[in-house]
Nanobody, 125 residues
Framework: QGQLLESGGGLVQAGGSLRLSCAASGRTFSGNGMGWFRQAPGKEREFVAAITWDSFAKYYADSVKGRFTISRDNARATLYLQMNSLKPEDTAVYYC??????????????????WGQGTQVTVSS
């Protein structure tokens, strides 16, 4: 096992951009698909984006498609989420995750075994 550590969150005005990073240690990164999730106050955690271990496939929630970009640098064991055109409704704690439970075609929706502690993103209107 290992650890995931998110960074890059903060306060930004609507229309602005942020880049989140998730640094992985141990065996959590190698060969695993990874994902970003978010949880707003009073709401359930929701899927944001996911990427296969080789970056061949990327998946996005409809609410962020065209605005967010997920990427990874396997040499640096780091996952990224570039967030552009941010909206107040993007305000949430953002979590990275790895070691997916499922190997199905929709693996990114079935849960992950390892999670980071989260980083707060606040978008002001």
């Amino acid at each position: 096992q290992g650890q995931l550590l998110e960074s890059g969150g903060g306060l930004v005005q609507a229309g602005g951009s942020l880049r989140l990073s998730c640094a992985a240690s141990g065996r959590t990164f190698s060969g695993n698909g990874m994902g970003w999730f978010r949880q707003a106050p009073g709401k359930e955690r929701e899927f944001v984006a996911a990427i296969t271990w080789d970056s061949f496939a990327k998946y996005y929630a409809d609410s962020v498609k065209g605005r967010f970009t997920i990427s990874r640098d396997n040499a640096r064991a780091t996952l990224y989420l570039q967030m552009n055109s941010l909206k107040p409704e993007d305000t949430a704690v953002y979590y990275c995750a790895t070691d997916p439970i499922s190997t199905s075609s929709s693996w990114y929706l079935w849960g992950f075994r390892s999670w980071g502690q989260g980083t707060q993103v606040t978008v002001s209107s």
